[in-house]
């Protein structure tokens, strides 16, 4: 690890002075910046073919099998593994299921391959990459462990995840506009371009040998890591909050039916949707590197989980394109407080050698509740038309974080360091 004689905790920079930190940080924003590209144009894409809002949740199921299914062994084999071995093969895993999406969906192959089987291809490679994400979260979860000192953990995870919504604003925004003004070929040609930068950033990252060889089973290994997380309370509660409020709150999902058909604003419309409530999540993480919200982390939590609902039942309710940009930003304003809360306390309560099995078990809670969100979306939507499936889910979110508040009072006075040390019970 390559680190400076003193740490200042105070320096709202003192997470990028690592360079092998920088390269980490790069590898995520063109590989997340890829990912959201492919994630608009798939659902417009489909969305085209079929008109069916179910068709769009089926995505995010897809997705969502595999990623969880293979979770907790993908923690097994990223805790035992060379790490930057590891994301290699991912990455190439990703970069090929999305040249078959390109090929399969590009003009030259119409004449070869009919319409029909256009959306199987499509949704099967969306399950190949949810095969990939399920090691993918595991595997840098530890390694920025390895990285960074404990004492940067916090301001590590808010720039970690203010290059991921960085991306996130970027990358619908772009694929939005480009599949709209020159088609979804060239618009795939960008996407495996950026997959291969974030493949080469790999390359600057240092070998880190694992710290966990197994002395057991790998069945004792996984057991481990479930008993670890159902043990700690306060990580347990954490994971559960974030859990149901997301798979309530997985309307946007459904942004390709208020482009299309509510707001009328097309592809372009729906890249600047998406990019408004990264907008929100990175400005606030950007924020919080300076203005820490873990000084009484389970309120602020509780506060962001209702705020992110309201957004979510205004931006249902709105029928102005404007003003559901604006909702949208708020709803990725408060997503952000969630996320950098949850990641500090996983990151500060997890023990070196079980970072890999204790985040697949945050995968199998939260790394696919979006996906799983946007199922139960698509499917309310088809049951209950679009704007009440999405206030429903809104008004939800709010139920759950004030059942949530009503068994956890405790815990609402407590820093972040009364909470480890006292292991409070939820």
């Known amino acids: 690890m390559d680190s400076p004689k003193i740490i200042d905790k105070q320096d709202p920079y003192a997470a990028l002075r690592y360079r092998e930190f920088r390269s980490y940080l790069g590898m995520r924003f063109f590989f997340t910046f890829a990912y959201q590209m492919q994630a608009v144009i798939i659902g417009f894409h489909i969305y085209h073919l079929t008109k069916d809002p179910l068709a769009l949740g089926l995505i995010g199921l897809c997705e969502a099998i595999p990623a969880i299914s293979i979770a907790l062994y993908g923690g097994y084999i990223a805790d035992k593994s060379e790490k930057r071995g590891l994301l290699l093969k991912i990455f190439v895993c990703v ?8 090929v399969a969906t590009s003009r030259q192959m119409h004449a070869y391959v009919p319409v029909s089987y256009i959306i199987p291809i ?17 595997a840098t979860f530890s390694l920025m462990a390895e990285i960074i000192p404990k004492e940067l953990y916090p ?25 709209g003004f020159f088609g979804i070929t060239t618009t795939y040609l960008i996407i495996l371009a950026f997959i291969f930068i ?28 479930v008993q670890f997380v159902f043990k700690n309370k306060m990580m347990l509660g954490a994971m559960s909050l974030d859990l149901f409020s997301v798979f309530f709150g997985g309307a946007v999902a459904l942004l390709p039916v208020f482009a299309n058909d509510i707001l009328k604003v097309g592809s372009e419309g729906l890249g600047l949707m998406r990019a408004s409530a990264s907008a929100g999540a990175v400005l606030t993480m950007l924020a919080m590197t300076r203005i820490s919200p873990m000084n009484k982390p389970w309120r602020n939590l509780l506060i962001a989980v209702v705020g992110f609902g309201t957004s979510i ?3 249902g309710l709105s029928k ?13 304003s408060f997503d952000s407080i969630s996320v950098i809360i ?24 939260i790394g696919s509740s979006n996906e799983i969100g946007a199922f139960e979306s698509g499917l309310t939507a088809k049951l209950m038309r679009t704007v009440p499936a999405v206030v429903f889910g809104g008004c939800m979110t709010i139920v759950v974080a004030g059942i949530t508040y009503t068994k956890t009072k405790s815990l609402l006075g407590l820093s972040l360091q009364e909470i480890n040390e006292q292991d409070t019970k939820v």
């Open 95 to 102: 970069f090929l299921c999305s040249l078959i999406m390109l």
């Open 122 to 138: 499509m949704y099967s490679m969306v399950f190949g990459i949810g095969m990939a994400r399920g090691f993918f979260g595991p």
């Open 155 to 179: 301001n590590s995870t808010t720039w970690n995840s203010s290059s991921y919504m960085s991306a996130s604003i970027l990358g619908p925004a772009a694929g939005g506009l480009v599949y």
């Open 198 to 225: 974030a493949l080469v950033c790999i390359f600057f990252l240092n070998s880190h040998p694992p710290r966990y060889i197994p002395k057991e089973s790998i069945m004792k290994s996984l057991t481990a890591g």
């Open 313 to 315: 039942i205004c931006y």
């Open 320 to 332: 102005n394109f404007y003003i559901t940009l604006i909702f949208l930003f708020l709803e990725g």
């Open 342 to 365: 949850r990641s500090t306390i996983m990151q500060l309560l997890t023990p070196d050698d079980m970072r890999g099995r204790v985040s697949a078990v945050n995968s199998m809670f």
